[in-house]
C-alpha cells in the first residue's frame, strides 16, 4: 500500500468528532449541566407523531382575495378620479373581480379611458352599448397572482402568529394550490391555537351613518351605501352581555394593514384589558386627517365584521394611536394582540381537517421506536462480528460512526424526526454494513485466487467501489424524488435515507480504508480476520 496522506485520518477524526458532540445533546435526552456554553445544545426535533400536538389542513378561500382586491380597485378608481376632476354618477364592484364606472352626461370619456389604461395597466376595459357604463376586470393573470400571492401571504401571517403564541418546531407549508397543511408539536391548547390561527384579523375603520334609519336596516332596508353590524356591550352592572346594532357607511376609511404594533393594556379607571395600537407614518397622517374632518361624529372599529367600540371624536387625534376596547378577558386581549401585530390574513381560511395526536401516543412510539433500533443494531453488530471476525469489528465501528453522522446533521439543519424517519434510520443500520460486505466478500475472493493480504485489500476496495457508488446513486434519486414529491411523513423518511445513505458511503468507502491502512501500516501479514 501506499503511504497514508495524513488529511485522511485528521477528517476522519474532526468527522466523528464534530458529530459526537453534536449527537450528545440528543442521546443524553438533553444537554447536561455540565455542557459547555460554548457548545451547540440542540437536540433533534420530534415531529407530531412522536410528541403529540395539532394537525391542521386549511383552505385558504382565494376567491375572498380576489374579491377584495376588486373593493380596493373602487376606492383607487375613485381617487383617481376625485385627483384628475373627471365626472362620474357612480363606482361600485361587480362580481369578484370587476368594477363598474358609471359615467355622466358631463363626463370625459377620451380622457377617462386612457387614464384608466395608464392608471390600471392589469385590468380590461369593457363599454356596454350606450357608452355610458364601463366594466374594469382583472386580467387573468392578475387573478392567478392575486390567488397565489393570497396562499404564501397567509402562510407568511400564519406562521408569525404561531411564532409569536411560542410553538416550537412547528410544520407550516403549502399544500396543492389553496391549502396549508399545519402541525404543531407539543402543542397544549389546540382551541387557543386554532382561534388565533383562522382569525382573518381585517381591522377595518368606519364611520357611523348617523342620519340613517337603524330600524329601517334591521327590518332589512339598508340603505345604499351602508353596512349593518353588530357588536358587544357588556353592562358593568350585572356583567350581562347584550347585541347592538350599528348602522355603517360602507366605506372603509382606514384599514388595518398600516399598522405597526399591538399592546395590551388596562383600563386605570376599571382595571379591563384593551388593545393599544399604532400605526405607521402613513397610517399616522391618514388618522389624523380622518379625525379632523370628522369631529363630533362616530367612528366604528371594526375587527372581522364585528364593532368592538364606536366612540365619539372629540378632536384631531395626532400620533397614530388608537385603542380597541370591548369585552376582552387578558387571554383575548392578548391573543388579538398577537394577530394584529402578525397582520391579517390577505383571505380567509377554513379548517377541512383536524387531528390532535395524543403525547401518550408520542411516548409510546418513541420507545419503540428506539427499541426496534437498538435491536436492529445488535442483531447487525453481532452478525457481523460473528461473520467478518476482525473486519466485521471494523465494519461496527463504521456503522456507529454512520449513526452519530446521521444525527449530528439531523440536528443542524434541524431536520424533523417522524416515525418513518425513525424506520429510514432502522433502514440504514442493514444499508450501512451492505457496502462493508460487498468489499468483504471481493477481499475473500481475491484471497481464494491466492493474492496476498495486502494485494487482496486493494483489490477488493478496487473493484467494490463502483458498485457501491452505483446502488447508493439510485437509492439516493429514489430518495430524492420521495422528498420532492411526498408529503410531511414521507419526506422524513426521505430526508433521514438521503442523510444516511451519504454518510453510509463515507464510512464504508472512505473511513474503513483509512482505519484499515493504519492498522496494517509497517506490519507483515500472513492472513486476514475475515
Known sequence: ?????????????????????????????????????????????????????????????????????????????????????????????????????????????????????????????????????????????????????????????????IDQFGVSEPTIQKQGQERILIQLPGLEDPVRAKSIIGKTARLEFKLLDEKGDLSGALAGRIPPGDVLLYGEEKNRATGRLTRQPYLLKKRTVLAGDLLTDARVNFDQQFNEPNVSISFNRQGARKFAQLTGENVG?????????????????????????????????????????????????????????????????????????????????????????????????????AVIVNVLILMAILTVLQATLTLPGIAGAVLLLGMAVDANVLIFERIREELRLGKTPMAAIDHGYAKAFSTIVDANITTLITAIVLYQFGTGPVKGFAVTLSIGLLASMFTAIFLTRVVLSMYISGRRLEKLSI
Open 297 to 397: 361624529k362616530r367612528m366604528a372599529i371594526v375587527l372581522d365584521k364585528l364593532v368592538y367600540s364606536a366612540p365619539v371624536i372629540r378632536e384631531k387625534i395626532e400620533g397614530g394611536r388608537a385603542q380597541i376596547s370591548g369585552t376582552f378577558t387578558p387571554e383575548e386581549a392578548h391573543d388579538l394582540a398577537i394577530v394584529l401585530r402578525a397582520g391579517a390574513l390577505p383571505a380567509p381560511v377554513t379548517f377541512i381537517e383536524e387531528r390532535t395526536v395524543g403525547p401518550t401516543l408520542g411516548r409510546d412510539s418513541v420507545e419503540q421506536g428506539l427499541a426496534s433500533i437498538l435491536i436492529g443494531a445488535a442483531m447487525v453488530l453481532v452478525f457481523m462480528i460473528i461473520y467478518y471476525k476482525g473486519f466485521g469489528l471494523l465494519a461496527n465501528i
Open 1 to 161: 500500500m501506499r503511504q497514508l496522506p495524513t488529511w485522511k485520518p485528521v477528517l476522519i477524526f474532526l468527522v466523528t468528532f464534530s458529530s459526537l458532540l453534536y449527537s450528545t445533546p440528543t442521546i443524553l435526552g438533553g444537554a447536561p449541566s455540565w455542557w459547555p456554553s460554548w457548545l451547540s445544545s440542540q437536540v433533534i426535533s420530534r415531529g407530531l407523531d412522536l410528541q403529540g400536538g395539532l394537525y391542521l389542513l386549511m383552505q385558504v378561500e382565494t376567491d375572498k382575495a380576489v374579491e377584495q382586491s376588486a373593493e380596493n380597485l373602487v376606492d383607487e378608481v375613485r381617487g383617481v378620479m376625485r385627483q384628475e376632476r373627471l365626472r362620474y354618477r357612480g363606482v361600485e364592484r361587480k362580481g369578484i373581480d370587476s368594477v363598474i364606472i358609471k359615467l355622466s352626461n358631463r363626463s370625459e370619456p377620451e380622457k377617462m379611458r386612457s387614464i384608466v389604461k395608464r392608471e390600471f395597466p392589469q385590468t380590461v376595459l369593457n363599454e356596454d352599448i350606450s357608452g355610458k357604463v364601463w366594466t374594469v376586470s382583472f386580467t387573468p393573470e392578475k387573478i392567478k397572482e392575486t390567488r397565489k400571492f393570497a396562499v404564501e401571504q397567509s402562510i407568511e401571517t400564519i406562521r408569525s402568529r
